[in-house]
């Protein structure tokens, strides 16, 4: 079983930054594709960004390509998602997700793991 604790979301001005963390638990990390989506209120759950198990793959939907960045160090079982010129149409709670696979998805119902969310609010 695989636990995954997101961190760092916030309230921040439009144009300003933050990174988020998703840390995950066991042994698996390195084997399992991340991702990250996003769910507003009234809204259907986002895809945001995938990285593959190497980090050698990425994908990005095209709301924020550009802005947001997908990493993560698989020496700390950490995934990471730099967000940058943020709109306040991001304003949302982001999820980290973990895939039993090597390769990324942008279907939310790939990814195996979830974690609790965290909210980010933009404001304008």
């Known amino acids: 079983q695989v636990q995954l604790v997101e961190s760092g979301g916030g309230l921040v001005q439009a144009g300003g930054s933050l990174r988020l963390s998703c840390a995950a638990s066991?042994?698996?990390?390195?084997?399992?594709?991340m991702g990250w989506f996003r769910q507003a209120p009234g809204e259907e759950r986002e895809f945001v960004a995938a990285?593959?198990?190497?980090?050698?793959?990425?994908i990005y939907a095209d709301s924020v390509k550009g802005r947001f960045t997908i990493s993560r160090d698989n020496a700390k079982n950490t995934a990471y998602l730099q967000m940058n010129s943020l709109k306040p149409e991001d304003t949302a709670v982001y999820y980290c997700?973990?895939?039993?696979?090597?390769?990324?998805?942008?279907?939310?119902?790939?990814?195996?793991?979830w974690g609790q969310g965290t909210q980010v609010t933009v404001s304008s």
């Open positions: 066991g042994r698996t990390f390195s084997r399992q594709a």
């Open positions: 990285i593959s198990w190497s980090g050698g793959s990425t």
């Open positions: 997700a973990a895939r039993r696979s090597l390769f990324h998805s942008s279907t939310w119902s790939d990814y195996d793991y």
